[in-house]
């Protein structure tokens, strides 16, 4: 398949969810009325699994075509009109929104109205890293591959922003109960990718510090609920096996389809992350720093898929352009020769490494548990 460092800006680009949940500064009602703890605003930082209309914008700053504002993009939910979603219908935010009884998180740049329910600051191509990290080595008059800066730094900096029409005085900030969140088995120390340490382990953690920095930024704001999910099983995702289409048969894991490495390498760093996770709650025992799960998830609908009511050809997307998985990289979603599914709840992917509305509602459903 090639050499692991091919995958590290993938790897570095990440820009996982962040969900900031701010409990209501109201009496808890009782258990019989009242099925989750209630929270008043929810803030979004991340990319584009979080991304709920601002990539329209900062894709139009950097004059980047954005497929997502054209049908069938929102087929599923919106009227059949794309939101600026990278979906055919709802995300995990908007699901969990929805399941508070909050309206859906509306997006930082393009939202007109009050924020005092939430914003959403996630971008669609977002890194966690700035931009400069991926052109360290280049040669002078490169194109970029990355030219958004929209990074977790950039999208802090509009929160801080905001803040001032947020709250007011100190007593705005509550404090909830702290949720532990189950261990999950498949990040433990146990299941690194020990083989890739030397090349990826320096990206990785400089990654996790930024993270961290990010966490200790929000906390000290007075974050009270962080929602911090890890990786998919991108070995899985269908660009990432159309790219890598020349590789061995064994390097394909037997039972899913999916490339062992790149899922190797996510496992790397979710177990990293989960860490970080528990390095914070350690320091921060009055916040409440829920782990949340999205490679487990994917990786039981694709051994699974019927058990999800997906079609078999799990790894399939819904839109696409003509070849292996329905994934073209020189036709997306929506372009002309494009097909879409007739029932995008069958299937697991949308429009590649994006998952459908089915399976999102799946996702949120557990993380919904951890959170109330």
């Known amino acids: 398949m090639g050499s692991s460092s091919s995958l590290l800006p993938a790897m570095a680009a990440v820009?996982?969810?962040?969900?900031?949940?701010?409990?209501?500064?109201?009496?808890?009602?009782?258990?019989?009325?009242?099925?989750?703890?209630?929270?008043?605003?929810?803030?979004?930082?991340?990319?584009?699994?979080?991304?709920?209309?601002?990539?329209?914008?900062?894709?139009?700053?950097?004059?980047?075509?954005?497929?997502?504002?054209?049908?069938?993009?929102?087929?599923?939910?919106?009227?059949?009109?794309?939101?600026?979603?990278?979906?055919?219908?709802?995300?995990?935010?908007?699901?969990?929104?929805?399941?508070?009884?909050?309206?859906?998180?509306?997006?930082?740049?393009?939202?007109?109205?009050?924020?005092?329910?939430?914003?959403?600051?996630?971008?669609?191509?977002?890194?966690?890293?700035?931009?400069?990290?991926?052109?360290?080595?280049?040669?002078?008059?490169?194109?970029?591959?990355?030219?958004?800066?929209?990074?977790?730094?950039?999208?802090?900096?509009?929160?801080?922003?905001?803040?001032?029409?947020?709250?007011?005085?100190?007593?705005?900030?509550?404090?909830?109960?702290?949720?532990?969140?189950?261990?999950?088995?498949?990040?433990?120390?146990?299941?690194?990718?020990?083989?890739?340490?030397?090349?990826?382990?320096?990206?990785?953690?400089?990654?996790?510090?930024?993270?961290?920095?990010?966490?200790?930024?929000?906390?000290?704001d007075g974050a009270t609920t962080v929602v911090v999910p890890g990786m998919i099983p991108s070995g899985c995702s269908p660009p990432i096996l159309v790219v890598f289409a020349d590789a061995d048969a064994a390097e394909y894991d037997a039972a899913t389809g999916c490339l062992r490495e790149p899922n190797e390498i996510a496992t790397l760093h979710n177990s990293l992350l989960l860490d970080a996770v528990e390095e914070l709650r350690d320091k921060y025992p009055d916040v409440a720093i829920v782990h949340t799960e999205l490679f487990d998830h994917v990786s039981e609908m694709v051994r699974s898929p019927v058990k999800f009511g997906f079609r078999k050809d799990i790894l399939s997307v819904c839109c696409g352009g003509p070849g292996r998985y329905n994934y073209n990289t020189q036709v997306f979603c929506g372009d002309e020769g494009a097909t879409t599914c007739k029932d995008p709840s069958k299937s697991l992917y949308w429009d590649g490494v994006h998952l459908t509305e089915a399976a999102y509602h799946y996702i949120a459903d557990d993380w919904l548990r951890a959170i109330t």
């Open 15 to 220: 820009a996982l969810h962040f969900l900031l949940l701010s409990p209501a500064a109201v009496e808890p009602r009782a258990v019989s009325t009242a099925p989750h703890r209630r929270y008043d605003a929810i803030f979004s930082f991340g990319d584009s699994f979080a991304d709920t209309g601002n990539n329209p914008v900062a894709f139009d700053w950097y004059d980047i075509p954005d497929p997502v504002t054209r049908p069938p993009y929102g087929i599923t939910f919106f009227d059949g009109l794309p939101t600026g979603r990278n979906c055919d219908g709802r995300l995990i935010i908007d699901f969990i929104a929805q399941n508070l009884s909050l309206p859906l998180v509306p997006p930082y740049l393009s939202h007109n109205g009050s924020f005092r329910q939430g914003a959403n600051f996630a971008v669609g191509g977002a890194t966690t890293l700035e931009p400069s990290f991926f052109h360290a080595d280049d040669p002078p008059g490169t194109s970029q591959l990355f030219p958004l800066n929209t990074s977790l730094s950039v999208q802090l900096s509009w929160f801080d922003s905001l803040k001032p029409s947020l709250c007011s005085t100190p007593q705005d900030r509550s404090t909830v109960p702290r949720v532990r969140p189950r261990h999950d088995p498949t990040v433990g120390p146990g299941r690194r990718a020990s083989a890739l340490w030397p090349t990826i382990l320096s990206p990785a953690r400089l990654a996790l510090e930024v993270y961290k920095g990010f966490f200790q930024k929000l906390i000290g």
